[in-house]
């Protein structure tokens, strides 16, 4: 039998999605963490109030993710994620700079509906995406462990919010969580699908 020789550089794409993917669920878990902190306590709204919204806003996201997440396939997951990522990160950058209409509700709920429905697809392209990674023969346990890794990184995210809370206010918070969209987006163009194919043909081959 043929040995296969792994390109040491191979797999580099693999690990580039999988990191990325982390790092907005990152941004999510930071970002889950505050919206309590700032909308009850800081703008001063009843708990039930910010749990009905966030009620609707995920059924909202939810329905528009069922209706037009087939789009994302037949557009292109990759490009519809770059949008996608783009687009929650200027979302994040404007919450940031635009703190003096916080306290207007309807902006603020506003803002936090448009962040639901990108969230929802990012959410969905990256799911397809890692399921797109997984090897047929162990397509379960590695599915299983990026989604495992997933809620690991967004725990860790609403972890690191009290130590940033000593350093920095919530509005430079949400720069932090556009900050690692903007590494995302930088990570993104180095998948490469169609060598990771090849690569995988390649040991299947040596193993046949």
């Given at each position: 039998?043929?040995?296969?020789?792994?390109?040491?550089?191979?797999?580099?794409?693999?690990?580039?999605?999988?990191?990325a993917g982390w790092l907005q669920r990152a941004a999510a878990g930071i970002l889950v963490s505050i919206?309590?902190?700032?909308?009850?306590?800081?703008?001063?709204?009843?708990?039930?109030?910010?749990?009905?919204?966030?009620?609707?806003?995920?059924?909202?996201?939810?329905?528009?993710?069922?209706?037009?997440?087939?789009?994302?396939?037949?557009?292109?997951?990759?490009?519809?994620?770059?949008?996608?990522?783009?687009?929650?990160?200027?979302?994040?950058?404007?919450?940031?700079?635009?703190?003096?209409?916080?306290?207007?509700?309807?902006?603020?709920?506003?803002?936090?509906?448009?962040?639901?429905?990108?969230?929802?697809?990012?959410?969905?392209?990256?799911?397809?995406?890692?399921?797109?990674?997984?090897?047929?023969?162990?397509?379960?346990?590695?599915?299983?462990?990026?989604?495992?890794?997933?809620?690991?990184?967004?725990?860790?995210?609403?972890?690191?919010?009290?130590?940033?809370?000593?350093?920095?206010?919530?509005?430079?918070?949400?720069?932090?969580?556009?900050?690692?969209?903007?590494?995302?987006?930088?990570?993104?163009?180095?998948?490469?699908?169609?060598?990771?194919?090849?690569?995988?043909?390649?040991?299947?081959?040596?193993l046949g």
């Amino acid at each position: 039998m043929a040995r296969y020789r792994r390109d040491p550089s191979a797999g580099t794409y693999f690990a580039h999605e999988s990191f990325a993917g982390w790092l907005q669920r990152a941004a999510a878990g930071i970002l889950v963490s505050i919206s309590p902190a700032i909308t009850v306590q800081q703008l001063g709204w009843a708990q039930t109030e910010f749990a009905n919204w966030i009620a609707v806003t995920g059924i909202i996201a939810s329905v528009v993710g069922i209706a037009f997440g087939a789009m994302a396939d037949r557009a292109g997951l990759v490009k519809v994620l770059f949008i996608f990522i783009l687009l929650r990160m200027v979302g994040f950058v404007v919450f940031a700079y635009t703190e003096e209409y916080w306290p207007n509700d309807e902006y603020f709920k506003a803002m936090m509906l448009a962040e639901g429905i990108m969230s929802q697809f990012v959410t969905i392209t990256v799911i397809a995406l890692f399921m797109r990674l997984c090897l047929p023969q162990v397509a379960a346990t590695q599915f299983a462990v990026y989604m495992a890794l997933a809620n690991l990184t967004r725990s860790i995210g609403s972890g690191v919010v009290v130590p940033l809370g000593g350093l920095i206010d919530y509005s430079q918070m949400f720069l932090v969580m556009a900050g690692l969209h903007v590494v995302f987006l930088l990570l993104l163009p180095l998948l490469n699908f169609e060598k990771h194919e090849r690569d995988n043909a390649k040991l299947f081959a040596s193993l046949g």
